[in-house]
């Protein structure tokens, strides 16, 4: 199982950024996944994921502003974000775990790399 994450960046606020995240070694559309995110001094939180069943959350934080979308085509997951703001910035990561039916950090075993996203004016 491998992911990699890409796709951040320095953005002001209000901006706009997609992350994607290219897997290999299972079959997508059999396993949860998702983007999860660390500020520094923090814990690490589920920003949005989607489950095996096609289910999606989302943190109430980034309802409205951030869409997760999957491409079992393309074996990739995006994350969307529109209207950034400073306390969005964080590194962010994509993992995935078949069994997983919660966006918690500890339900999903296997990460990819993250990627920084930094909201700043």
């Known amino acids: 199982v491998q992911l990699q994450a890409s796709g951040g960046g320095l953005v002001q606020p209000g901006g706009s950024l997609r992350l994607s995240c290219a897997t290999s070694?299972?079959?997508?559309?059999?396993?949860?996944i998702g983007w999860f995110r660390q500020a520094p001094g923090k814990d690490p939180e589920g920003v949005s994921c989607i489950y095996y069943d096609e289910n999606v959350y989302y943190k109430d934080s980034v309802k409205g502003r951030f869409t997760i979308s999957r491409d079992n085509a393309k074996n990739t997951i995006y994350l969307e974000m529109n209207s950034l703001k400073p306390e969005d910035s964080a590194v962010y990561y994509c993992?995935?775990?078949?069994?997983?039916?919660?966006?918690?950090?500890?339900?999903?075993?296997?990460w990819g790399q993250g990627t920084q996203v930094t909201v700043s004016s």
């Open positions: 070694g299972f079959p997508l559309d059999d396993y949860a």
């Open positions: 993992a995935t775990d078949q069994r997983a039916m919660m966006c918690h950090p500890k339900r999903y075993n296997y």
